[in-house]
């Protein structure tokens, strides 16, 4: 298999941006109880959308999108402070 060669250029931002989202965060200081703290919300949240929708594609979203929000929420701080 022959190896090509980059096509576009990686910014000095794109690279620092690309470093962070792709490197280990240890938590620091209240950063572990704000995480579940927050899942904790969408547990809540998540067991509401079972007991007040039918079962069906729509609902497994729903509760895809809780994961994903609790995820970004969660990343939000470990890669910003």
């Not at 809540?44 to 594609?57: G, H, I, W, Y």
Request: net charge negative.
């Amino acid at each position: 298999m022959e190896q090509l060669l980059p096509k576009y250029v990686i910014t000095p931002q794109e690279g620092k941006r690309l470093n962070d989202a792709f490197t280990y965060h240890a938590p620091v200081q209240d950063q572990p109880e704000r995480y579940v703290h927050l899942r904790s919300l969408a547990l809540s949240l998540a067991e509401q959308v079972m007991a007040m929708c039918p079962p069906s594609r729509e609902r497994s979203l729903a509760l895809t999108k809780i994961e994903e929000a609790v995820m970004w929420a969660n990343a939000s701080i470990a890669r910003n402070e």
